[in-house]
């Protein structure tokens, strides 16, 4: 039975970071190019809507990742914690630091960046708010390519 708890967790848990990763792939590599190529044809509110829907799935996707990894970080190598001289321990670090990276340049961009961009009159404040929000998501489509790099070495270290 516990093998079978831990697989359903670890398997939201991917499914949850496909979704956020995968979902900052596709605005930065479908979306966004469409949207600016459609420009004279409403591509701005196409995007303002797909940025409102894929919001809060993405802060879904957060609060499950951090639950299932709590969860499988106790579950998997309760003997580890703690232990600063396991490679498997400094991997996970490595991996942390990222992912708490990721989920304050979600928010960051969320709660407070947007709402600046909605505040500032069009000109060049704006445009380099705009430029600001979209270099934060090109960071953390990064930073999470990474994390599921660091991802497969913590597997393979017996993770």
């Not at 940025?51 to 580890?80: D, K, Q």
């Not at 708490?100 to 979600?106: G, N, R, S, Y």
């Not at 445009?127 to 599921?148: I, T």
Request: glycine share 8%.
């Amino acid at each position: 039975m516990r093998s079978l708890i831990l697989i359903a967790n670890y398997w939201v848990h991917l499914l949850a970071a496909v979704v956020w990763i995968g979902g900052i792939m596709f605005i930065l590599f479908i979306a966004l190019p469409v949207s600016a190529s459609k420009a004279q044809m409403g591509g701005k509110e196409v995007m303002g809507e797909i940025a409102n829907r894929f919001g809060p799935l993405a802060n879904w996707c957060i609060y499950i990742l951090v639950v299932t990894g709590i969860f499988m970080i106790w579950s998997i190598r309760p003997m580890h914690v703690g232990d600063t001289v396991s490679t498997w321990n400094w991997v996970l670090v490595s991996k942390m630091l990222p992912v708490t990276i990721m989920v304050a340049i979600h928010f960051f961009r969320g709660l407070v960046l947007s709402r600046m961009i909605e505040r500032t009159q069009p000109g060049t404040e704006k445009a380099r708010l705009q430029k600001l929000s979209l270099n934060l998501v090109k960071v953390n489509l990064s930073l999470g390519v990474l994390v599921l790099l660091l991802s497969a070495v913590l597997s393979i270290q017996g993770g």
